[in-house]
């Protein structure tokens, strides 16, 4: 039952009053979009921006296997100069006929050790290194062996180097350099080992003045000097004391100077 309070009210009120939260709610409706109709549009450029990527990741990997193709098979970053270093008594020309560098061949495909065993098949060579130099040459440099003296068989003569290593026959013993009196020569052979070690070790003055270098085996290494003096060395070990003792005793005269025993030198 309606009281009297209450009519007053809704008088007060007026008619449309009351019907207002209803028309709010329905103007709230008419303006929101289905949800439906909203994930649709929500996910368009989603898949757009799907397929944008997808079309840059083939066309990557396309790239990559085109610049791959160029560059492996193809000879856009060929071998074309082929460059050789550290050559003095070899011409450059011999060693590149040796080498075989491929023309034109893909400079990643290029088998740098190959090069590398085939050039050290020269017998003047003692060392080689092959790199690439980008984009189109391969440098080949060369040490070349220095020959310490000269070993002859009897038949032919041939230089070798401070290692032992016979590694060119010459047609006349050269001059300067001393002979090799061993009954083999070789970078194995231990007598050779001790007297090419021995050698070496001299002074460059000294060194000079040696005509031949003798070992019957790797502790009986003697010398043979120029003015007809023969130094008895014996092994290879303390080179150093040896041919400081060695200095003291050529200033006495004698005709046979041994420092095998350099704490008990002799000359006689």
């Known amino acids: 039952m309606t009281t009297a309070r209450e009519a007053r009210q809704r008088r007060r009120r007026g008619p449309g009053e009351e019907r207002g939260p209803a028309r709010s709610a329905s103007a709230s409706r008419r303006g929101r979009r289905p949800e439906s109709a909203r994930q649709r549009t929500g996910t368009r450029p989603s898949r757009r921006k799907a397929m944008q990527r997808r079309w840059v990741a083939i066309l990557s990997a396309l790239s990559v296997v085109a610049g791959l193709y160029l560059i492996f098979f193809t000879s856009l970053l060929g071998v074309r100069t082929v460059d050789v270093v550290g050559a003095t008594s070899l011409s450059p020309d011999q060693i590149r006929a040796v080498a075989a560098v491929p023309d034109r061949r893909a400079m990643l495909r290029v088998d740098t050790d190959e090069i590398r065993d085939r050039v050290l098949t020269l017998p003047g060579v003692a060392t080689a290194d092959v790199s690439r130099s980008w984009p189109s040459t391969i440098e080949i440099a060369v040490s070349e062996r220095t020959p310490i003296g000269f070993f002859n068989t009897g038949q032919e003569i041939h ?25 083999r020569v070789g970078p194995d052979d231990l007598a050779t080992r001790a007297a090419t070690a021995v050698l070496i070790s001299l002074p460059g003055q000294l060194r000079g003045q040696v005509a031949a270098v003798g070992a019957d085996s790797p502790g009986s290494v003697r010398l043979d000097l120029n003015d007809g003096r023969q130094i008895r060395w014996g092994d290879a070990d303390q080179l150093d004391r040896k041919t400081k003792v060695l200095a003291a005793l050529l200033t006495q005269p004698g005709k046979v100077y041994d420092v095998s025993s350099p704490e008990l030198p002799t000359v006689s």
């Open 159 to 183: 230089l070798v180097d401070d290692s032992g290593f016979v590694f060119k026959k010459v047609p006349v013993a050269p001059a300067g350099l001393p002979e090799l009196k061993l009954a």
